[in-house]
């Protein structure tokens, strides 16, 4: 695999044919020792002020050899060449690929011969250049160019084999002319290096990890064409259960659904489980105008104590374990009987863990033509977020669903939250049988795993990668949340110094400081840089899977030996 300068494909970088030439180069085997540059700049240019080389390949036993791609239909007419990109945009150019290739590759090897500190074999390498047209067949020959200096989509990705040819064809060329080839005009990895440091000296600027957050969270907020489907499924349907993991978008639709009911005119009611969830989602409608506010909006247990202490004076029993799930249940509907409350619409975002029989009864109490007949919708991740409600809970729950009434369902399978790297890691680390798909441009950095032998080791990394990202990476401390399956008090978090790092307990609103969180507290939440500490283990897939999906953009993971042994053993599995 090619050691790629730039490391990363420029978001800037718009030509879709460049993308899959630069992750053809960094992914093909066989590229073992190549330097591959992007997008090369040459100030001296032979022709133009300022000159660009597309790809530039410096490969040992083989040469240097510049490389410019075009991408969607082409043709040349009189003279003049027209390149036509898959949205239909043309634009024309006199001078054609092979004389911008040609022009290139000279000019560079010039400004490489001028400067004196440069090894006699790098200055006399052998050079060449070709042209790349990987949507199209090309197999025209004239004048401008011969066939080995071009590769198209019937070299079908194979970009080792064009390189060789390249290389071959230039040789025989060079002979052709002069006679035998010199030994030492064919570079050696000592000239490769030596020439990748004259090219572009200590030149591997990645994109920083401020910068990636800004630009993979851009791309992110914003609905998918699977959420518009959704969302118009909303407006024709009485009864929808959306399905979905996490990431998929399932409270933004919600939020959007109960603004529009809303509008239309409609008594709406917006549950969720989650507390802090629940205060994000009361201060995202306090931000709207009233004819967009619901009625209520909260979370489900809140709603029900509300109605129980107005029908029931005698003091609850909060640590009975019973009590929430099967005495609040009654008293609530209890007072919807007396008082005669009803929604014309209940949406109910973490449905996953409020669907069972005793909840859904309080639900057809308050809901206007009950749960059979009347407008709900109910928002879940039924595989791998149920913290909180038993399997077959939630599974009778769905049964009851059913045999009630009919509704449609609705799968969501973009996630439109994570980085492709980060969600590609949690499917692995859960082992899910339901892949998600990812949106193609949102690209971050690679999650990073930090292993611990003892609790001092973790305290000690956890400091100096807290101190790192403030100071060294700038990132805005309220960018930064740290989770835990522990509570704070039990959490290697509480042992850092308040003096040199201050850490709040997580809560919503506009705050300074880095944040602390539980996993179970932080569910449907999100930030740009999660951190995940205290992991001892990773046999618990839901909470490791909640946890994981919180990060946006970058994610850390605090990981014990044991843990580490565990996610090896994941690899080693999904090798076999």
Not at 242 to 249: F, K, L, N, V, W
Not at 303 to 325: G, I, T, V
């Amino acid at each position: 695999m090619s050691k790629m300068i730039p490391r990363q494909f420029s978001p800037e970088v718009k030509s879709n044919a460049e993308r899959k030439i630069f992750d053809l180069f960094q992914n093909s085997p066989g590229t073992e020792n190549w330097v591959v540059f992007h997008s090369l700049g040459i100030s001296n240019h032979n022709r133009v002020i300022y000159g660009e080389i597309d790809f530039v390949v410096l490969a040992p036993k083989l040469g240097l050899f510049a490389l410019e791609v075009k991408g969607g239909r082409v043709r040349r007419e009189m003279g003049k060449w027209y390149f036509t990109n898959r949205y239909g945009q043309s634009n024309s150019k006199l001078r054609g690929p092979f004389e911008q290739a040609k022009d290139g590759v000279f000019s560079l090897i010039k400004e490489i011969q001028k400067i004196d500190d440069v090894s006699y074999e790098a200055k006399n390498i052998l050079f060449g250049y070709g042209v790349m047209f990987p949507d199209i067949e090309y197999i025209i020959e004239d004048l401008d160019s011969e066939q080995w200096q071009v590769y198209d989509e019937n070299n079908n990705g194979d970009i080792v084999s064009f390189i060789k040819h390249l290389s071959s064809n230039s040789i025989h060329k060079w002979e052709e002319k002069y006679g035998k080839i010199p030994s030492n005009k064919i570079p050696t990895k000592k000239e490769v290096k030596e020439l990748t440091r004259i090219i572009r000296p200590d030149f591997d600027f990645p994109v920083t990890l401020d910068t990636k957050i800004r630009i993979a969270e851009s791309k992110i907020d914003h609905f998918t064409s699977e959420q518009l489907r959704c969302l118009d499924q909303l407006e024709d349907n009485a009864r929808i259960l959306i399905q979905g993991r996490a990431g998929t978008g399932k409270t933004l639709i919600a939020l959007e659904e109960a603004k529009r009911k809303v509008v239309d005119g409609k008594r709406i009611a917006f549950f969720c489980f989650n507390k802090l969830l629940a205060k994000w989602i009361i201060e995202y409608f306090k931000d709207l105008p009233d004819e967009m506010q619901p009625v209520y909006v909260g979370t489900f247990h809140s709603y029900m104590l509300d109605r129980a202490r107005e029908s029931c004076q005698e003091e609850f029993d909060f640590d009975d374990p019973e009590f929430y799930k099967y005495e609040l249940p009654i008293y609530a509907i209890q007072s919807l009987e007396d008082n005669d409350v009803s929604f014309d619409q209940i949406i109910v975002d973490e449905a996953q863990d409020l669907l069972i029989p005793e909840y859904l009864a309080v639900m057809d109490s308050m809901l206007t033509n009950g749960i059979d007949r009347g407008r709900w919708s109910f928002y879940g991740d039924f595989e791998l977020q149920k913290l909180y409600c038993k399997s077959d809970e939630i599974e009778n729950g769905l049964q009851e669903l059913d045999q009630k009434t009919s509704f449609i369902r609705f799968k969501l399978t973009m996630n439109c939250r994570n980085t492709r790297q980060i969600g590609q890691e949690v499917n692995f680390l859960t082992e899910s049988k339901n892949q998600l798909r990812f949106l193609n441009d949102i690209d971050g950095p690679p999650v990073d795993y930090l292993i611990y032998k003892s609790s001092d080791e973790h305290l000690e990394k956890l400091q100096l990668l807290l101190e790192n990202l403030i100071k060294v990476k700038k990132i805005e401390k309220s960018k930064i949340t740290i989770l835990s399956p522990r509570k704070y008090e039990k959490s290697i978090v509480s042992c850092i110094d308040n003096k040199k790092c201050k850490i709040r307990q997580y809560s919503i609103g506009d705050h300074k400081e880095i944040s602390f969180s539980t996993v179970h507290s932080f569910k449907g939440l999100e930030n740009s840089v999660i951190i995940i500490c205290d992991l001892e283990t990773i046999n618990n897939k839901e909470l490791l899977y909640t946890g994981l999906s919180r990060a946006k953009t970058k994610l850390y993971i605090f990981e014990s030996k044991t843990a580490d042994k565990e996610r090896k053993s994941v690899i080693r599995r999904s090798f076999q």
